[in-house]
Every structure is written in C-alpha cells, then in structure tokens.
C-alpha cells in the first residue's frame, strides 16, 4: 500500500513537472514572440511622405506652377486615383498610410493597392498587392482620421519606384495646387496593372504616407518646407520631387552599416506664423514631422510664403504685413521642439525671388534681415546656405537662370539638385 502511494506520488510528480515545463516553454516563446513583435514595430521607419493639405485659396494665375493650368480639373470626383513616387530607405516589409486628416466629410476606402512601377503609372508584372485594413479590403476613415494597412512582404531597394492605387465611391475634391499628378478612373481598377480610360489630375493623394522595415539602422531626415520642399514644380511621373528626393538618392549611394531615409514635410504655400496651404509650421509640426518613425534629423526651410503673401499680396487683402520678429521667433521655438525631442534640426536661408510676382523693396528686406538672423544664430544644429547655392552671382537677389523654373520664385530640377548637392553630408551620423 505504501509502495503504491510512493509510485503514485512520483507519477504525479512527473506530471506537475512536465505540466511545468510546457507552462515555461509557451512561456518563453510568447516572450519570445512578444519581443520580435516590440522589435519589428521599433524597426519601422518612414521612407516617403506628402503630407495631407487643403488648399481653398485662390492664388494669381503668374503664380501657379508651370503646366498646372492643364491640370485644371476639380471635384468632385470618386473612383480610382494611382500615384507614383519613389521610396528613399528599402527594406523586406511595406505598409501604407491614407488620410482623410483635412477633410470635413467622412470617407470610406474600398480598397487599396501597390505595386513596383514599370512604364509611366503602369505596374511591374507580378508585383501588385492589395493592402488590407485589419484584413478588411476597406476602411471607413471619419474627418481627421488617418489608418494604416497591415504590412505586406515586399523586398524594395532603395529608391524603388511605386505605385499605390486607392479606390472610394465618395466624392472627393481636386486642387491641381496640390501638386501631385495622378491617374483616376471612374471604376474600381486598384488591382489593374494597367488602367483601362484613365485621365491625368493633379491634386493631393488620399495616400500620404509609406513604411518599410529596413534590413539595417536607418536615420530618416525630413524635409520641412513649402512648395520648395515639396517640389511641386516637378509634374511628370518619375522625375526627382525636389531636393528632398535629391537628397535621397545621395544618401541612398552612401557606404557604412547604416541606411538613411529622406522624406518630405513641404507644403506647396505653406507659412510659419500663420496659416496659409496647410496648418502653420508649429501647428502641424507634430504631426508631419515628430511623429514619424525613425527621425533622427530635420531640415527646415521655410518664410518666403510669409513674407510673400504678407500685406494682402497674392492671397486677401485682409492679410497683416508681417512681423519679422514673429517669424524669428516661431524658428527659435521649433529648434527648441526638436531638441526636447533629441533630434538635430539644420536650418536653410531662404532663396532668391527677384523677379516674381511677390519682389518688391519691402519684401526683399524682409529676407534680407531672416537670412542674417539664420547665418548668425546659434540655436539651430547648422545653417544650409541655399541663397548661396542658388543665387545668380551678377544679380543676387535673383536665381541662377539654369536653377530658375520660370517663375523666378521656384528652383528647376537642376536648382533642386544643386540644394541637394550642396548639403554636407556628414551632418548625417
């Protein structure tokens, strides 16, 4: 009797210890799996950006960027919209960001797409995805919401060129001052890799965002900005979108351990003090900027617009003039943002504009006086000389000819391009 108790109690034993044993090892692989789980989601960094914006103001015709009047079509519309970009940082996993953050009507998205990009807006063969919501094909987004699709496996290299299409029944406003160009059709196409009738608009994509889970640490650098920033000027499917572009490809030719990211904060007539395209600089910095995962470095340029658009010229004449000290201090407060954030910020003067529709004596002392202010003060993390880099030396308060798109105003490519080549690019460790 006692032997079989003693056998018994063993047995039991040997239950509770295997019972044990199976409780630590599922244990351990939910740690396990939690841990990757935390460091997959730490790992995500942005790898492109056009930032939401609604543009209700109307600005002189001699200022819309060049071309634009053939994309003057506006909503509302619904259907199919495809945009092309190229994303600066690869990686192994993709998702995507759409927004209907300035929007004061709800929408809903029914459905999604992207794709490597082969000829125009075309997608390569074999690689169009469709992106879920929660493994929903739509999503419902509220005015001022955002969503983000779940992540579809997707090696890209860096500067790989995409396509995203989206699809909703709601009607939409168009603005060809958003400066995006884009393909729409009427019907649902997003897993077409050719659209069937489509027709070219310009305005600002429901996408606004792209991620990707990069191989190996990634710096992202962002450019604030406006238009400059933005690059609007820039209206065909594939060119470089402005310096920030540029400037990735630089980065993405850069040997080490580590990879680097460039992505735009710029809105075409954005403003610093107050509001214009777009909320002011402080209002959406949070947003547009501290928010994205992985900065570690900004670029800011950005006051022609305040000082262009100040007394009433090119926008109402109910404007203010504005007080330069206002705008200082607006700068001094995003560097001290960034800092709070350990993040380095870099500060660029701000470029020529003799010539256009907004020179004149007042406004150029304005600039004048910013630019002194930038190449003097001791608050940003460096200063970036784009007037330097872009002004004509026999007449420096206007643009090089070969940097000026036209308008006197806006670079051309080859002016984004000597911005992006004009940055050290040892500021970036």
Request: proline share 5%; glycine share 10%.
């Amino acid at each position: 009797m006692e032997k079989g108790n003693g056998v018994a109690s063993v047995q039991r034993v040997k239950k509770q210890i295997f019972k044990f044993g199976l409780a630590l090892l599922a244990l351990v692989l939910i740690t396990r799996a939690s841990a990757q789980t935390h460091q997959d989601q730490a790992k995500w960094v942005e790898t492109f950006s056009i930032d939401p914006a609604i543009y209700t103001i109307t600005i002189p015709h001699s200022d819309l960027p060049k071309g634009l009047e053939y994309f003057g079509f506006k909503g509302p519309v619904s259907g199919t919209f495809r945009y092309r970009f190229a994303i600066s940082a690869g990686g192994s996993r993709v998702r995507v960001k759409v927004s209907n953050e300035c929007s004061e009507k709800p929408i809903r998205i029914g459905g999604l797409s992207i794709a490597q990009a082969e000829e125009d807006l075309n997608a390569l063969s074999g690689s169009l995805r469709r992106l879920t919501f929660s493994h929903q094909n739509g999503i419902y987004l509220a005015p001022g919401a955002s969503a983000l699709s779940d992540p579809v496996e997707m090696r890209l290299e860096p500067m790989a060129e995409l396509i995203t299409s989206i699809y909703t029944e709601d009607q939409i406003e168009l603005s060809p001052l958003g400066g995006a160009v884009m393909l729409q059709t009427a019907d649902d196409q997003v897993m077409n890799e050719k659209l069937v009738d489509p027709r070219k608009v310009a305005s600002r994509p429901l996408v606004s965002a792209v991620y990707v889970l990069p191989d190996r640490p990634t710096h992202v650098i962002v450019g604030l900005g406006d238009s400059i920033t933005d690059g609007v000027r820039t209206l065909s499917f594939s060119e470089p979108r402005g310096w920030v572009d540029q400037l990735a490809r630089r980065l993405s030719r850069r040997p080490g351990n580590s990879a680097y990211a460039a992505v735009s904060a710029g809105i075409g007539g954005n403003r610093v003090v107050r509001p214009g395209f777009g909320q002011a600089v402080l209002a959406r910095v949070d947003r547009d900027v501290f928010s994205i995962p992985g900065v570690t470095d900004i670029i800011f340029l950005e006051g022609i617009n305040d000082i262009g658009f100040s007394g009433g010229i090119a926008v109402s004449p109910l404007e203010p003039v504005l007080n330069v000290d206002d705008l200082l201090a607006q700068y001094s407060e995003l560097a001290a943002q960034a800092h709070l954030r350990g993040l380095k910020i870099y500060i660029g003067t701000l470029t020529p504009f003799g010539g256009s529709s907004r020179f004149n004596e007042v406004t150029e002392k304005m600039r004048a006086s910013i630019n002194a202010w930038i190449r003097s003060s001791k608050e940003f993390d460096g200063v970036l000389d784009f007037d330097a880099i872009l002004r004509d030396p026999a007449s420096p308060l206007r643009l090089k000819a070969e940097y000026d798109s036209g308008d006197h105003l806006h670079p051309s490519a080859a002016g984004y391009k000597a911005m992006a080549e004009g940055i050290d690019l040892n500021l970036f460790r």
